[in-house]
C-alpha cells in the first residue's frame, strides 16, 4: 500500500508519523488489493480560539475513493476514529465486489 501524510501549515512530529504508518496498515488485513491511502493533518481553528485536530483519510482502490474525515483535540485520537470510519468501508466495498 502506498501511503503519503501531509501536514497542511505545520510540521507533523516524527512520532505522530511512525504511529500513523504502522496503524494505517491495518486496512490492508481487510483488502489485499493495490490502493493509494492519504492521510492530511490540519490544524482548525474554532470558535474559542482553539485548535481542533482535524484528519482526513482518502483511500484509492480499485476505481473506489473511500474518505473519512474526524475532528478533536488530538490528532492521534482523530485519526483512530478516522480509521475506524474507512475500515467499515473497505469492509462494505469488499463484499460488494465479492458478492
Known sequence: ????????????DQKLIEMIEEKIQRITHFYDQPMTTTVYLKLDRGNDHVHQKVVEIKVLASSKVIYAEEKSNSFESSFDVALDHVVKQVKRHKEKLHG
Open 1 to 12: 500500500m502506498n501511503v503519503k501524510i501531509q501536514a497542511i501549515h505545520f510540521d507533523a
